[in-house]
């Protein structure tokens, strides 16, 4: 007989029980207050379903940040790709990333909430926003946004 899991362990230890609904915790969704406040306001708390709460990026979002994507970097060169070690670059290292550097982007596509950034040789790089995720222009010289998690700079002096 198996013995019962913890919900913090979930499906990495092969439990089959359904996690808890959840929102993104803005609204504090989970709770039985937030449940009452979502009441008054119209949201619907069913059970086994968080309310949408507008915390995750829409296919709105995600079109307008493609499109920008375009706009800034199509046909421009990398000079250098930096990441530091984390779940953003899932499944490869840090080095790896940095050998992005000196690859043109050639195209920017989006498929449902993900987007595909095309590159010379063959390379690409998929990204998707996540709950917070956004993509950011900046000059070289101005101070990186906080929370940056990985940077592109373009030959053209601007960082992504």
Same mark, same amino acid.
């Given at each position: 007989m198996r013995s019962p899991c913890s919900r913090r362990a979930g499906a990495a230890s092969g439990c089959r029980r359904p996690e808890p609904a959840r929102c993104c915790g803005s609204c504090a969704a989970t709770s039985t207050e937030g449940r009452r406040r979502g009441r008054e306001q119209g949201l619907a708390h069913r059970k086994g379903e968080a309310a949408h709460c507008g915390a995750v990026p829409e296919l709105p979002e995600v079109e307008i940040a493609s499109r920008q994507l375009r706009a800034w970097a199509k046909g421009r060169r990398i000079v250098s790709a930096k990441a530091e070690r984390s779940r953003v670059i899932r499944g490869?290292?840090?080095?790896?990333?940095?050998?992005?550097? =000196? @690859?043109?982007?050639?195209?920017?596509?989006?498929?449902?909430? *993900? $987007?595909?950034?095309?590159?010379? =040789? =063959?390379?690409?790089?998929?990204? @998707?926003?996540? $709950?917070?995720?956004? *993509?950011?222009?900046?000059?070289?010289?101005?101070? &990186? &946004?906080?929370?940056?998690?990985?940077?592109l700079e373009l030959e053209d002096g601007h960082v992504l």
């Open positions: 490869q290292s840090p080095q790896r990333f940095a050998q992005l550097a =000196g @690859h043109r982007l050639e195209e920017v596509e989006r498929s449902g909430k *993900w $987007m595909l950034l095309r590159l010379d =040789g =063959g390379e690409g790089l998929l990204s @998707h926003l996540g $709950m917070t995720g956004k *993509w950011i222009r900046r000059s070289r010289d101005a101070a &990186p &946004p906080s929370h940056v998690r990985a940077t």
